[in-house]
């Protein structure tokens, strides 16, 4: 079992859609949650986190966690064809920190 | 402006040589790391450093030398030794653990292709 479980899609939505990415883990150990972007042949860029239990709000996207579940989610609202990207889950704790395989999303326009 | 950098943006190399990544910060973190990143995999930590002069192995640190002889910069050699370098390599940094905000900052990335 891997440590961190991403879907890696690909995912494919109508723009406006509501998107819901997840990802499982099984460190309770961890304390921070991070979710990235990527577009192709580039750099992750840090999209949210989080830290500890509870949901996080920035436009039109939401970060939620449930450490009691080990499950987190990023849940995008009207989706944009500029939404179309690899997502990253990650999360760590102290030096340790773990990824997943990124789920592919595309929205279509 | 501040961020992370990392060249070449692409890098071929040939059998039995040495290549080295460069990668640059000038975010005035303490902490570096670099990753390989392959199709369908998570990326996987090679090596980090959390101080000058000092570097930890990751998780696939066979194949791979670094040095940190100063804050800004964090080279990574990929040796001969590593039999299947083709991935696309990701260099980042972060404030040290432990002092709130463990989030890292990842440059543009180094595709690495053997001929």
């Known amino acids: 079992q891997k440590e961190v479980e991403q879907d890696p899609g690909p995912l494919s939505v109508p723009e406006g859609a509501i998107v819901s990415l997840n990802c499982t883990y099984s460190?309770?150990?961890?304390?921070?949650f991070m979710w990235y972007r990527q577009y192709s042949r580039k750099g992750p860029e840090l999209l949210m986190y989080?830290?500890?239990?509870g949901n996080k709000e920035d436009g039109r996207f939401t970060a939620q966690v449930d450490k009691s579940s080990k499950y987190i989610s990023l849940f995008i609202r009207d989706s944009q064809p500029s939404d179309s990207a690899t997502y990253l889950c990650?999360?760590?704790?102290?030096?340790?920190?773990?990824f997943g395989a990124g789920t592919r999303l595309t929205v279509k326009p | 402006d501040g961020g992370i950098t990392q060249s070449p943006k692409y890098l071929f190399r040939k059998e039995g040589q040495n290549v080295t990544l460069s990668c640059e910060q000038n975010?005035?973190?303490?902490?570096m790391y670099w990753y390989r990143q392959d199709p369908g995999q998570g990326l996987r930590l090679i090596y980090y450093?959390?101080?000058?002069?000092?570097?930890q192995k990751g998780d696939i640190a066979e194949g791979y030398s670094v040095s940190r002889e100063k804050k800004e910069s964090f080279p990574l050699t990929v040796t001969s030794a590593q039999k299947n370098p083709t991935a696309f390599y990701l260099c980042?940094?972060?404030?040290?653990?432990?002092?709130?905000?463990?989030?890292?900052?990842f440059g543009p990335g180094t595709r690495l292709l053997v001929l």
């Open positions: 975010l005035n973190h303490d902490a």
């Open positions: 990650a999360m760590s704790y102290r030096n340790d920190m773990r």
């Open positions: 450093s959390q101080i000058v002069n000092d570097f």
């Open positions: 989080t830290y500890s239990s």
């Open positions: 460190n309770s150990a961890f304390q921070y």
């Open positions: 980042a940094s972060s404030m040290v653990p432990g002092q709130g905000l463990e989030t890292q900052y």
